[in-house]
């Protein structure tokens, strides 16, 4: 029942090609809308909250809670710090502390940072400079005018008299600081874990915010850093690694398949496979992490494997004289059963991830399940189709597409000329004696006279080149005959070749 729904399936897909690539092109650029969606900002690591099963964490839990938390019980503030790095310059000049106020003037401006913000608000060491002028109750607006009508010694005495006389000043600062000058420094920014508004919300314009204000060395490394950081690392992955592994791809299916169509067709259901796999991913809200670039490897090769039984199922199929899609259709409902066994098997192996506690490793599991899935789908459908309709355009022009398997069209390295499998035979009509076959035949088609001395021969009646084997000792020959030609050729059983220095006689 199996095979019968697959060999019809087959036969829908040879026969109506064109149906089945217009339907592949419309449900591609559906999955491909996917792909903007994708998160591509999870880390590869993991939390203790994700092994709460464990028993030693729970113990671990319980002391912190019932411990290390007891001091500061109540507590709804929580201190976001904003740094500024200055690695050829000074953080504690004027105009790095100007850009300070203006960067605290800008995000208490903002409604969001607002709602989220404590009463302890934003305080930093520009904000201790500039109301030593200005007066402890001065504004932000004063702060900026007090320290903008200063001088830059005026600046650098007032930082040193204030390291002098207030020790608190000293948090704003590295540990190791010393003098009046300073590669770093930060901004405390003082949140209301029980406001209105999302922390989460806050933290974003704080690090946006910081961004606008990169030139003057603002960073912030909050969850929104980290998120940002992981992207621009994955899409470092991608360029770097995606060109080689496409270019060890290309070398692979040349040397497969020795045909540019071919070529092109199966680096085609390549991309295609992992297009879907990230489609996918974003319509289903998978977190593609820095180390998603595993799957990627493993569905390209994978969509190599089926695309080498595809295509040479067909070849091996198509015999002289037929047409394109009977044989494609044979060679499709034939391999598709070991297709589906392969995709099947590396499902549910890949699925058992599911019971890691590492989010990271479960993506792993969901994401190559779905580009093993893509793969076999588009191997399938997408890629015989193309190859049928392909195939029919040339030899309408008169372009001959019968091909021969790859492990049995090779350059002859005497002759020098590519040698076909003999037609109903799938096997080569020549070999010369340097590249044998397996067994160790070389077979009709061919004569080597190097040879012909050490070699039994078998002459064939219609006086072509004589078969020459190098199968060792006295195995026996079988006997050869085609119906259709009326053509046969006797194998004798070899004899020991004349040799002054050893008897032929046995005792």
């Not at 092109?25 to 903007?36: E, K």
């Not at 980290?226 to 992955?237: I, L, P, R, T």
């Not at 496409?246 to 398949?257: K, N, P, V």
């Amino acid at each position: 029942m199996i095979q019968r729904f697959l060999r019809r399936a087959a036969g829908f897909v040879t026969e109506h090609n064109v149906i089945v690539l217009l339907v592949m092109v419309l449900l591609t650029g559906g999955i491909m809308a996917g792909i903007p969606q994708l998160n591509t900002s999870s880390q590869s690591g993991g939390t203790a909250s994700q092994f709460d099963d464990i028993d030693r964490v729970q113990k671990s839990q319980y002391i912190d809670d019932a411990y290390s938390k007891a001091v500061v019980k109540g507590s709804t503030r929580e201190v976001e710090p904003v740094y500024v790095w200055n690695e050829d310059g000074n953080a504690l000049s004027k105009e790095s502390l100007l850009a300070g106020l203006r960067y605290q003037q800008r995000v208490t401006e903002n409604e969001t940072v607002q709602a989220a913000l404590h009463d302890d608000g934003v305080r930093g060491i520009e904000n201790l400079v500039a109301t030593q002028s200005a007066g402890s109750s001065a504004s932000l607006d004063d702060q900026i005018q007090a320290l903008e009508s200063m001088s830059e010694a005026e600046v650098e005495t007032a930082i040193g008299q204030l390291l002098d006389e207030n020790p608190q000043a000293g948090q704003f600062l590295p540990a190791d600081h010393e003098g009046t000058t300073s590669s770093d420094r930060r901004t405390l920014v003082v949140l209301d874990t029980a406001g209105d508004s999302p922390q989460e919300d806050a933290e974003t314009v704080l690090y946006e915010t910081a961004t606008e204000y990169e030139d003057d060395g603002f960073f912030v490394l909050s969850s929104n850093a980290y998120s940002e950081a992981s992207s621009h690392f994955f899409g470092e992955m991608v360029e770097l690694v995606l060109p080689i592994t496409l270019a060890l791809i290309l070398f692979i299916l040349a040397f497969a398949y020795r045909d540019l169509v071919d070529v092109v067709v199966g680096m085609a259901g390549v991309i295609l496979s992992v297009l879907w796999t990230f489609g996918l991913l974003g319509w289903l809200g998978v977190e593609a992490g820095v180390i998603m670039i595993i799957p990627v490897v493993l569905i390209a090769g994978l969509s190599i494997d089926f695309g080498f039984h595809v295509f040479n199922r067909y070849r091996e199929e198509r015999g002289p004289g037929e047409g394109i899609r009977k044989p494609m259709a044979r060679g499709l409902s034939l391999v598709a059963t070991a297709l589906i066994l392969v995709t099947a098997t590396a499902a549910i192996g890949f699925l058992a991830n599911l019971a890691n506690p590492l989010p990271s490793i479960r993506d792993i599991g969901i994401t190559v399940t779905l580009g093993v899935v893509s793969a076999l789908g588009i191997f399938v459908t997408a890629v015989p189709a193309l190859k049928v309709s392909i195939d029919r355009t040339f030899e309408r022009i008169g372009l001959d597409r019968r091909k021969a398997r790859w492990d049995t069209a090779r350059i002859c390295g005497r002759c020098s000329k590519k040698r076909s499998p003999s037609p109903g035979a799938g096997l080569p009509s020549c070999w010369c004696s340097r590249y044998s076959l397996p067994l160790g035949a070389v077979w009709p088609g061919h004569s080597s006279t190097k040879r012909a001395t050490s070699r039994p021969t078998a002459t064939s009646q219609s006086g072509n080149s004589n078969c020459q084997s190098r199968w060792a000792g006295s195995r026996p020959r079988y006997s050869h005959s085609n119906a259709t030609s009326g053509r046969s050729t006797s194998l004798q059983t070899p004899t020991t070749p004349s040799n002054p220095r050893y008897s032929s006689k046995t005792t």
